[in-house]
């Protein structure tokens, strides 16, 4: 538990240290799995034999599915391996750990800690580390991955706890994941469900939304995420652990000033990245990194730059990395370059048994469908409760972040929600890009500490293998929180701000309908 003994306990710091210690109480991540697996087959089976079904806006009755049938027992032993190396954050996260594994085997990273990075202040510190996690999230998932170790190595160059630095890290990442300052992946994505929705509601063709339907609000919203979370890190997180106890971690750390040979080191590696940088840009603009749509301009959205990011990125790590470790004498054959990358992967023994177990319980919680049946009736649900006005959008986006904290995959979410939400409130008068934008706004914030999203367990067993062993989820858990409810709530004032000063939330789009579309959807 963090060290805040020596002030007098306020009462949230009670309610956190009651939140942590509740949450340290679950078992290890792959037996807390395995638990999962077997609760949710034996409650769908129950559900499945007790008939429990939903309709869905197009018609379709969607069932709870029995695994304990001999359909579900074929299904299982069919789909046991697929489910496991077809788990994402599996080859995602061992593939980004040997990248920049090799930074810190070859001592690249410390190199540039004492050489550039020892001095940021330590105060603005969260608030830079939680802007370049919002904006990270252009890479997705990756940046869940990535930037939390990074946040831990400079909180320890300010003199900060490296574990607040993960977390302050990971919620930017997570919790910001609706906001950036350009066109993501996750845009493309969830527009195209929009507009599938609004073809079947007012017809094929008739109106459509853009990608840029939600940018305007995005930009702003990068920089509300990067004050709120930097704040909560400063005035809470920070506070919770205190000084770091520097024996505690396995990695060394000497803030000393670096040596000639190891200063012309980063410049050589600074150098090889930039080559580097340069040719993914003349791949991009000139070569086939680039999608290039029917008018022949190139794009970065949906570009196979973005779709294959995970291998541009190991090599981003791994070519600064090799040329310093050669350079400087850390790495002197592929001999200590294959000991270095051994190294990293003993690390990796909890998380590979871990994805197993979750993979499993990923694929059986999706398989039966209970999510979807539960997503289709809370939405229902909202749709007869009778609500209107600011407390109807209030009461949605609330309603998703409670589905969020059970159903972590955005895209299969808003699969679910928008056939039910577009045209209920476009009849309201709600522009369609805004309807998605309240989806976005209850999906991000409870990312942050759902239990169920497999990068919360990534970051711990990092904080666990590298700064302190004795951490557990409530420790991660215990800063998170705060930082979620924090965020949510100043989100949803941002958004009664944005709607009574009528601003517009992408190029073209508003608040309300335009006035032909509402005729249509109206009538």
Request: glycine share 10%; aromatic share 12%.
């Amino acid at each position: 538990m963090p060290d805040n003994t020596l002030t007098k306990k306020t009462w949230l710091d009670k309610f956190l240290d009651g939140l942590e210690r509740v949450c340290n109480k679950l078992p290890p991540p792959a037996i807390m799995f395995i638990y999962l697996f077997v609760i949710i087959a034996v409650v769908s089976a129950l559900l499945s034999l007790a008939g429990i079904s939903a309709v869905n806006p197009s018609g379709e009755v969607v069932s709870i599915q029995n695994p304990l049938s001999s359909e579900g027992l074929l299904w299982f032993l069919g789909s046991m391996l697929t489910n496991f190396t077809g788990f994402a954050p599996l080859g995602l996260v061992i593939t980004m750990t040997l990248a920049i594994g090799m930074c810190e085997e070859s001592g690249l990273i410390m190199s540039l800690l004492q050489d550039k990075l020892r001095n940021i202040p330590p105060v603005i510190l969260p608030f830079v580390v939680a802007f370049v996690g919002t904006v990270g999230n252009l890479a997705s998932d990756t940046a869940m991955v990535v930037i939390p170790p990074i946040a831990a190595i400079l909180y320890i160059g300010a003199g900060k706890h490296p574990l607040a630095g993960m977390i302050c890290g990971y919620a930017g990442a997570q919790a910001g994941f609706s906001a950036n300052l350009m066109i993501a992946g996750t845009d493309a994505l969830l527009q195209g469900i929009t507009n599938t929705v609004l073809d079947g509601f007012l017809g094929e063709g008739v109106y459509a939304v853009d990608t840029t339907c939600n940018w305007y609000f995005m930009i702003a919203s990068t920089f509300l995420c990067s004050i709120v979370i930097g704040a909560v890190c400063n005035l809470v997180v920070d506070k919770r652990f205190g000084k770091y106890d520097m024996s505690k971690s396995t990695v060394e750390v000497k803030l000393d000033e670096i040596s000639a040979t190891e200063r012309k080191g980063l410049g050589l590696a600074g150098l090889a990245l930039l080559a580097y940088i340069v040719l993914i840009l003349i791949g991009f603009f000139f070569g086939p990194l680039a999608l290039i749509d029917d008018a022949g301009k190139r794009q970065l959205v949906k570009s196979p730059l973005l779709s294959n990011l995970i291998p541009v990125l190991f090599f981003f790590f791994a070519i600064p990395g090799l040329v310093y470790g050669f350079y400087t004498g850390k790495f002197k054959s592929s001999r200590d370059v294959n000991k270095a990358m051994t190294h990293q992967m003993e690390l990796m023994g909890s998380y590979v048994a871990f994805c197993f177990f979750c993979g499993q319980f990923n694929a059986l919680f999706n398989w039966t469908k209970i999510g979807t049946v539960f997503a289709i009736s809370g939405a229902n649900f909202l749709n007869g409760a009778g609500f209107t006005g600011f407390p109807l959008l209030v009461c949605i986006i609330l309603l998703t972040g409670f589905i969020n904290l059970l159903v972590p995959s955005g895209s299969a979410k808003w699969a679910i929600l928008a056939p039910v939400f577009i045209p209920m409130l476009m009849m309201l008068g709600y522009h369609p890009g805004f309807i998605q934008l309240l989806y976005r706004l209850g999906d991000s914030p409870t990312n942050a500490f759902t239990p169920l999203s497999s990068y919360i367990w990534v970051t711990l067993g990092v904080a666990q293998a590298k700064y302190d062993k004795d951490a557990k989820i409530g420790t991660l858990a215990a800063g998170l929180f705060p930082i979620a409810i924090v965020l949510q709530i100043a989100w949803i004032i941002f958004l009664g701000i944005y709607m009574i000063l009528g601003l517009p939330i992408g190029p073209g789009v508003g608040i309300a309908l335009p006035s032909e579309l509402a005729y249509v959807a109206i009538g």
